[in-house]
Every structure is written in structure tokens, then in C-alpha cells.
């Protein structure tokens, strides 16, 4: 398996632009996850999704953050209107209930909001 | 407070050293806890899990948990310089690995 696929691997934007932010999870994973690594406030946990539905979205940030996962081999995490406080690096990860003591973390996506 | 604490670091320890890294918690709940490398640039990576009180070795990885103290740790031995890389701690008050609280990290340098 090619491992959880994150695109795009970079996004520069503007302020008041709309971002979506795109995951492939590892086929057969059935949670995936969505944080983000800033260094003030190191890695955050966003919102999770189980079996496709989201469970937990305590950790977004406000209402400009929405995510969606229509199926279970992709997840969008969208930004609207996006603001520099905004710029961080955005991980998804995956993990299957079978064996859910490992998470894997794509390569994540470097968003820079100017 | 932070719900979980690491020393930022750096912490610098010469090639073939034991490094100590260690990690703190807030919530007595909590049932699993995590070790994750992260170098430079890249996504984190586990290392290990642990659960029970008491240590858990895998190779040159040893993780230590003493829930009593919320205390967790883990022993680097014999350092490489390919082990240098921000350690995270990630706290968990179930078993599911995603579901995490992250410390900040230690960011580890081993000196050749």
C-alpha cells in the first residue's frame, strides 16, 4: 500500500481565498484523522471520522474549517474564508480498529496563508 | 498547563549514549500512551506504544510508564545519528493511536 496520500504536498494562498485540503487513507482503514502542527501550538488533533462518519470535530479551530469524507478512500478538510493564522502544516492519518495502537500519518500538506 | 509536557530540548547526547527522554501528563485517565519520531520536515512515525506500568522494550527502544506518577519515558541506547529527530509524546485516554494528545516534543541531537 502507497501509505496515506496527501495533495497538495504545498499551498500558498491568499487571505479570504477558500483551501481544501485533500487525504487518501490506507485502503481498508476504517478511522481517519486530521491535524495540524503549528510551532505554538505543536500537533493538534482537528476532527476524526469512523467508518466515513465524523465523530469528534471538538478540535477545530471555528467555523471557517468544514470536513467531509464522502467515502472511504477520501477525506477533504476545507478553510473559508483562509487566514494567515491559518499557515501550518495540515497531517491526515489513518488507522484500522483491527489494530488501532498504530496510526499512519501522510506527508502532510504545508499551508502558507499571506 | 499543557495535558501533556516535554522538555523542548535539545537535548545532545554523543553517538552510543543512552538518551532519556521524558514526557509528563495531566489526566489520570488516561489508558495508553504513544512514542512517535518525527524528523525534520517529515510526518511522525510510532515507535512504540505502551499500556501497563513498567517497561517495554523493543531493540535499542525502551518505554517506561508510571501511571501513579504520570510519568511516561523513553531510553534511546546505543544512539545513532540517524536518531536525531523531535520525539513526541502522544497521550491517549483510550487505545486508538489517532485519538492522541500530542506534546510539544524533545528535539534529540546525536552527536557523531
Known amino acids: 500500500d502507497a501509505g496515506v496520500i496527501q495533495s497538495p504536498r504545498h499551498e500558498v494562498t491568499e487571505m479570504g481565498q477558500e483551501v481544501t485540503l485533500r487525504c487518501k487513507p490506507i485502503s481498508g482503514h476504517d478511522y481517519l484523522f486530521w491535524y495540524r502542527q503549528t510551532m505554538m501550538r505543536g500537533l493538534e488533533l482537528l476532527i476524526y471520522?469512523?467508518?466515513?462518519?465524523?465523530?469528534?470535530d471538538s478540535g477545530m479551530p471555528e467555523d471557517r474549517f468544514s470536513a467531509k469524507m464522502p467515502n472511504a478512500s477520501f477525506s477533504t478538510l476545507k478553510i473559508q474564508p483562509s487566514e494567515p493564522r491559518d499557515s501550518a502544516v495540515y497531517f491526515c492519518a489513518s488507522s484500522s480498529s483491527d489494530k488501532n495502537t498504530e496510526a499512519f500519518f501522510g506527508q502532510g500538506t504545508r499551508l502558507t496563508v499571506v | 498547563q499543557k495535558e501533556v509536557e516535554q522538555n523542548s530540548g535539545p537535548l545532545s547526547v554523543p553517538e552510543g549514549a543512552i538518551a532519556s527522554l521524558n514526557c509528563t501528563y495531566s489526566?489520570?485517565?488516561?489508558?495508553?500512551f504513544f512514542w512517535y519520531r518525527q524528523y525534520s520536515g517529515k510526518s511522525p512515525e510510532l515507535i512504540m506504544f505502551i499500556y501497563s506500568n513498567g517497561d517495554k522494550e523493543d531493540g535499542r527502544f525502551t518505554a517506561q510508564l508510571n501511571k501513579a506518577s504520570q510519568y511516561v519515558s523513553l531510553l534511546i541506547r546505543d544512539s545513532q545519528p540517524s536518531d536525531s529527530a523531535t520525539y513526541l509524546c502522544?497521550?491517549?485516554?483510550?487505545?486508538?493511536?489517532?485519538?492522541?494528545?500530542f506534546g510539544d516534543g524533545t528535539t534529540l541531537t546525536v552527536k557523531p
Open positions: 502522544a497521550v491517549n485516554e483510550g487505545t486508538n493511536a489517532g485519538k492522541s494528545t
Open positions: 489526566d489520570r485517565g488516561s489508558q495508553s
Open positions: 471520522f469512523n467508518n466515513n462518519v465524523p465523530i469528534d
